[in-house]
Every structure is written in C-alpha cells, then in structure tokens.
C-alpha cells in the first residue's frame, strides 16, 4: 500500500524558516523525489526536484532559500525553506515519480503561510 505523510508546514513570519518532510512508504523505483505548491487561484508548481542520481532543479522564485534533500534510507524528501516571503504561501505536495511508467504519487498536501 502506497503512502505519503507529509509534516513541517505551519505560520511563520516573513524572513523566517521552515522544514517540510515527507516520508514515503510502498513506493520502489523512484526516478525522482519533488516538492510542488499550490497557491489559492493559482495552478500547482513545481518548487525543487532531486532525481534518483541527486541532480536538483529548483523554480527560480526560490533559488538559494530552499534546499531539496533526500533519505534513501528512509525513503524520505525534505524542503528547508530560509527567508520566506508572503508569496511562498501556498500548498505544498511532496511528489514521488517511479517506475518505467514515471507515475506520479502525492501526498497529502501541507499548509504553508507566511504572515506578520
């Protein structure tokens, strides 16, 4: 049985960090481990991917404040979110893609807000 279990989002205000996790179970031949977000009225983006080899990609709106990390062990993906702006609120997903198909599993999403 598939799983994801996301956790870190929360308030916080603006210039401050957060770290979002989520641990996957039941999942086998990852190609890639992202992190994606949803803004209210807005579609869904992709914020940072690590590949199964470790290449990173991040949107440009969030080079050098957020760092995609991943636990093979623990079959696991982190964001470290530093410096964090209004606009960085949204809903964030965590993303597994595996398999010769590339599907596509999510998690349950976590709420991010970034307010004074």
């Known amino acids: 049985q598939v799983q994801l279990v996301e956790s870190g989002g929360g308030l916080v205000q603006p210039g401050g960090s957060l770290r979002l996790s989520c641990a996957a179970s039941g999942i086998f031949n990852i190609n890639a481990r992202g992190w994606y977000r949803q803004a209210p009225g807005k579609q869904r983006e992709l914020v940072a991917v690590?590949?199964?080899?470790?290449?990173?990609n991040y949107a440009n709106s969030v080079k050098g404040r957020f760092t995609i990390s991943r636990d093979n062990a623990k079959n696991t993906v982190y964001l470290q979110m530093n410096g964090l702006k209004p606009e960085d609120t949204a809903v964030y997903y965590c993303?597994?893609?595996?398999?010769?198909?590339?599907?596509?599993?999510w998690g349950q999403g976590t709420q991010v807000t970034v307010s004074s």
């Open positions: 993303n597994f893609n595996a398999g010769r198909q590339l599907r596509d599993y």
């Open positions: 690590v590949t199964s080899v470790g290449t990173t």
